[in-house]
């Protein structure tokens, strides 16, 4: 390892002098700290804007979570309301004997069934889903059962 000759020393320290000359004059300039300032300013801003949505989302999620608590208390009210309701018009009505009967394997035309889902397709939009597969199932089994062999 060699070591440094006094020449050498006395460069290293006259350079890191200039460094440290240069160094204090370029921060003592007004540029830097106005920049700093304007950065200090929109980081609070920034922070004060983040504090300020935290509060909003937690009150909002309080008030959602106390909308549906008040919902499902209600639907709740209703529904004993009217399960009451039912039990006590079924108690008070004559039971009428079954005259029709039940047929259980009903086929429908495919047309007969995606008119039906047309029909229904924006109140019920899953029913109509439902109906058109449906209607796709026959239709494939019809032309299996119709095929020649």
Do not use: C
Request: proline fraction near 5%; aromatic fraction near 4%; charged fraction near 40%.
């Amino acid at each position: 390892m060699t070591t440094f000759t006094p020449d050498q020393w006395l460069i290293l320290g006259l350079a890191f002098a200039l460094g440290l000359f240069l160094g204090m004059a370029l921060l003592a300039s007004p540029k830097w700290k106005q920049r700093y300032r304007e950065e200090v300013r929109r980081r609070e801003a920034a922070e004060a804007e983040n504090a300020q949505l935290r509060r909003d989302a937690n009150e909002m999620d309080s008030l959602r979570t106390a909308a549906a608590r008040d919902e499902a208390r209600r639907r709740t009210d209703t529904d004993n309301a009217r399960t009451a309701a039912t039990r006590e018009e079924v108690a008070r009505a004559p039971v009428a004997p079954r005259t029709d009967t039940v047929v259980a394997d009903v086929r429908h035309p495919p047309e007969e069934m995606r008119a039906e889902a047309d029909r229904i397709d924006e109140t019920h939009p899953g029913e109509a889903e439902s109906l058109r597969r449906a209607a796709e199932r026959d239709e494939e089994r019809r032309r299996a059962e119709t095929r020649p062999l």
